[in-house]
């Protein structure tokens, strides 16, 4: 018999599989209505899946050939936590950085909690200081 726990792993990893392959129209799907992010350096949760999508949008359109690894996952009740690594390659702008055309990975630990058979709430705390290090333009006289 499959746990609650389970099913919210597998949901996951389905829905980090259509971001991957582009399809943000099924991602956002697995979402609530009401889905809520918690974002580092947001005062106050962003709330609704046009958020969560706008955001989603950004990293393919600067790293198109995005790949999301599952490094470590494990779920109890509601509530699921997974160590990510995120690889691609810059080739649109990110942030304030145009593309660089560099090979970038980084690692996100990440919360979510679930109601029924959908993603409610994210809590994300990815490693931007080190992306942005990756992508941002090399001193000027260095």
Do not use: C
Request: net charge negative.
């Amino acid at each position: 018999m499959t746990t609650t726990a389970e099913k919210n792993m597998a949901l996951l990893r389905t829905a980090f599989q259509a971001v991957e392959s582009g399809d943000l129209d099924a991602a956002q799907g697995m979402l609530t209505e009401d889905f809520i992010a918690n974002l580092p350096g947001s005062p106050e949760p962003l709330r609704g899946r046009e958020v969560w999508r706008l955001g989603a949008q950004a990293m393919l359109g600067a790293f198109p050939d995005l790949k999301i690894e599952v490094q470590d996952i494990f779920g109890v009740d509601d509530k699921v936590t997974v160590l990510l690594r995120f690889r691609g390659t810059q080739l649109g702008a990110f942030q304030h950085f145009e593309a660089t055309g560099r090979q970038v990975s980084f690692r996100s630990i990440e919360v979510y909690r679930m109601e029924g058979d959908r993603i409610a709430e994210e809590w994300v705390a990815p490693d931007i200081i080190g992306l942005m290090q990756q992508i941002a333009p090399a001193p000027a006289g260095g």
